[in-house]
Each structure stands twice: as C-alpha cells, then as structure tokens.
C-alpha cells in the first residue's frame, strides 16, 4: 500500500493561516445568519404546520426542523412511512424505545398496546436494555427504534429484537449511515466525547455504520426493505436527501406441512 506523501509547509505561510483562520470564521457566520431563513415553505407530516423551518444539528441543517412539534428530518420520514406502510391497528402491540414525544399520542391512538421503553430515561413504561431485553419471546408486532443501534451492540439489539417479535412483525430503525462505506466504521481507540464527535459525528455514538449495516441485519434473520427519502418528498417535507428507514420483517412462520394418511 502506497504511503501518504505530506508536505510541509512553509512557516510564514503557516503563521499567515492561523492569523486568516478568525477573519474566516467570522466571514462564515455571517453568511450563514443570511442563510437562516432561507424563505422555503414547508409542511410537516407529523403535525401538519406548514411555513418556514429552522436550522438544527451540529453542524447546522437549514430546515430541518418543525418549529410546531420540534420534529427533524428522521421524525418526518417515519411519519410518511407510518401514513404509507405502517398498517399499524387495534390488533397490533407496539414497542417503542426512547419515544418521541410527538409520536406517543400517535402511536397510542393507531395501536392496540403501546408500550414505551428506555434504560436510561424514566418517563417510560418499561425500563430497558434493547441489547438483553427482559421481554418474553414474540410478545410485539412492531418495534420502533430511532438512532439506537449507533449507540449499542447493535448484533445483540438485532437479535433481542428478533426474538421478541411474532412472525411477520416488523422493527423500524434509522441510524446513520454511510452507504459509499462497504464496512462500518469502529475505533475502540477513541473513547472521550470530543473523540467521538470527530471520527462519529456525535459525542455519544460509538461508531459509523457502512453498508454492510444491511448484510447484518439480514444475519440477524429479518427481511429488509428500505424506505427512502426521495422527491418530491424532500422538499415538501424538508428530508435528508437519501436518508433512509429499515423496515426489518421476521418472517411469518411457515405453514406445517400435512402428511398423507
């Protein structure tokens, strides 16, 4: 493997950087206070405001958030994959791990049991560990599980989740990822908040999944399909161009074959 070739360079022009690297910063803000209200009318899904949105993240995404219910992009297209694919109903049990607010009116009124979980927050129904659920075997029809994974054992939270769903029920995840990466990215090196933000793009988050995210999903046992944010979409509702919901299916058990008397 070729080695990297890195210059090096001047002092004068080095010291001329660091003196240009203020004036920089302060020329950027500027510009992006002028981008804040960038003028777009938008409607969220979730609880139908429609006008302008504000900038949210680290960094910034203009539009990306709902000034009405707090939704951001993830929250937007879960809404639509409810509306479009949910078939959430009074027969359905649902699991739902660090709930969104603006969802647990939602849920609670589509589903027959609604049951919200978390292993660190309170406000829960139950408290839990997505990666050894204390749950019986396929007790749910549906488990939801926003920017989880980034944070666990995602082979064990797969595999709980596996286990405690009825056949043909469904887990829905988001999670960044990285689709040009062919394997997920993981450094045990890197330990403090400030480490992570820069090699994970959040200080809490313990890797970067590539797209090898779905080869494990599938090792897992689940059935994929991918609901994607796409046009018009993404600008009606302001998503993340591309991002993505795994809709995970356990497959229905199979018919038992009769025997010939």
């Keep these: 493997m070729a080695q990297d070739v890195i210059p090096t360079p001047d002092p004068k022009a080095v010291r001329f950087a660091r003196g240009a690297l203020e004036r920089i910063r ?8 002028a981008m804040v209200a960038t003028g777009f009318t938008r409607t969220c899904p979730v609880c139908g405001y429609v006008g302008e949105f ?3 993240g680290e960094p910034p995404r203009l539009d990306g958030l709902c000034p009405l219910c707090r939704s951001r992009e993830r929250h937007r297209l879960f809404k639509l994959w409810i509306d479009r694919r949910g078939g959430i109903g009074k027969e359905m049990s649902v ?3 660090a709930p969104e607010p603006m969802f647990e009116p939602i849920l609670r009124g589509l589903a027959g049991t ?16 997505i990666e050894a659920l204390e749950l019986e075997d396929a007790s749910f029809d549906l488990i939801v599980a926003h920017q989880i994974l980034e944070h666990v054992d995602h082979h064990k939270a797969l595999a709980e989740c596996f286990r405690c769903l009825r056949p043909g029920g469904r887990l829905v995840v988001t999670t960044p990822v990285i689709e040009a990466w062919a394997t997920t990215y993981v450094n045990p090196a890197i330990t ?13 988050h313990s890797r970067y999944f590539g797209r090898d995210l779905k080869d494990h999903m599938r090792a897992a046992g689940f059935e994929l ?6 046009e ?19 497959p229905a058990a199979p018919n038992p074959k009769t025997r010939k008397g």
């Design 54 to 56: 504000a900038p949210v």
């Design 26 to 33: 302060r020329r950027r803000v500027r510009e992006f206070e």
């Design 114 to 129: 609604y049951v919200t979980a978390d292993f660190m927050r309170r406000k829960v129904d139950r408290k839990l560990n």
């Design 232 to 250: 018009p979409d993404v600008s009606t509702y302001s998503l993340m161009r591309g991002e993505t919901l795994y809709e995970l299916t356990k």
């Design 95 to 97: 699991l739902h791990f």
């Design 192 to 204: 403090t908040p400030r480490e992570r933000m820069l090699h994970f793009g959040q200080k809490d």
């Design 225 to 230: 399909y991918e609901f994607v944010s796409v």
